[in-house]
């Protein structure tokens, strides 16, 4: 090969990385890092919320904590926390996935959901359930962590793996007692709720 054909190749390859890169991943990047929360107005009727979107989602404590444990169990190569556009998937037509439906709430993930979070666990498949509003779903820190260390309580049909190896065993009791890792995980899965009401004046169409 020639030096003239190999910088041809070399252009040519640097182009076919330079392109998608600029449009899928800095593109995006730059037109939500300037993302500033909206403030809701009197005819949004969200009672206690100053904007949309809220500046912190560490509502139970150390969520911060339990996102490393999520991710260090590997939680996200089963289960995903992005709730599809309807052309893309049946994820609004699921049992929660989407929100609070009964209220009214229920709808498709935005990139601002993850505003405030240092990491996105969009997750890489389906195979368990979407955990976007699972802080909805599974309401109690008790069903919580039952769901951790027995899934099949929930589901007979559950092929989720027993985490007991987050809990300890008690010596007087027998009962599974939850270690500060499972206390972490189960206030970061509660902490997962992103169906927050979206401003008339921040919403888009489509």
């Known amino acids: 090969m020639s030096t003239h054909h190999f910088w041809k190749l070399i252009g040519g390859l640097a182009i076919c990385f330079a392109l998608p890169w600029t449009f899928l991943i800095m593109g995006p990047y730059f037109s939500e890092a300037s993302t500033k929360p909206v403030p809701y107005s009197e005819k949004d009727e969200v009672e206690g919320l100053a904007a949309y979107p809220e500046r912190s989602t560490l509502r139970y404590g150390s969520s ?7 991710a260090a169990e590997g939680c996200a190569y089963c289960h995903t926390q992005m709730v ?5 998937g049946p994820d609004m037509w699921r049992d929660g996935w989407g929100g609070r439906d009964a209220e009214g709430l229920s709808r498709e993930t ?4 993850y505003f405030g979070e240092s990491f996105a666990y969009l997750g890489y498949q389906r195979l368990g359930q979407d955990l976007s509003n699972v802080g909805h779903r599974i309401t109690t820190r008790e069903a ?3 769901h951790l260390y027995d899934p099949k309580s929930f589901d007979g049909d559950s092929g989720m793996p027993k985490y007991l190896h987050l809990y300890e065993k008690d010596k007087v009791t ?5 270690t500060a890792k ?5 206030d970061y899965l ?3 709720k992103k169906d927050a009401k979206i401003p008339e004046a921040d919403k888009r169409n489509g």
Do not use: N, Q
């Open 64 to 70: 911060d904590y339990g996102a490393k444990i999520y």
């Open 84 to 88: 599809r556009p309807t052309y893309a």
């Open 110 to 113: 935005r990139p601002e959901d």
């Open 144 to 146: 919580m962590h039952r």
């Open 174 to 178: 027998g009962e599974y007692v939850p």
């Open 182 to 186: 499972a206390e972490a995980l189960v």
């Open 190 to 192: 509660m902490s997962r």
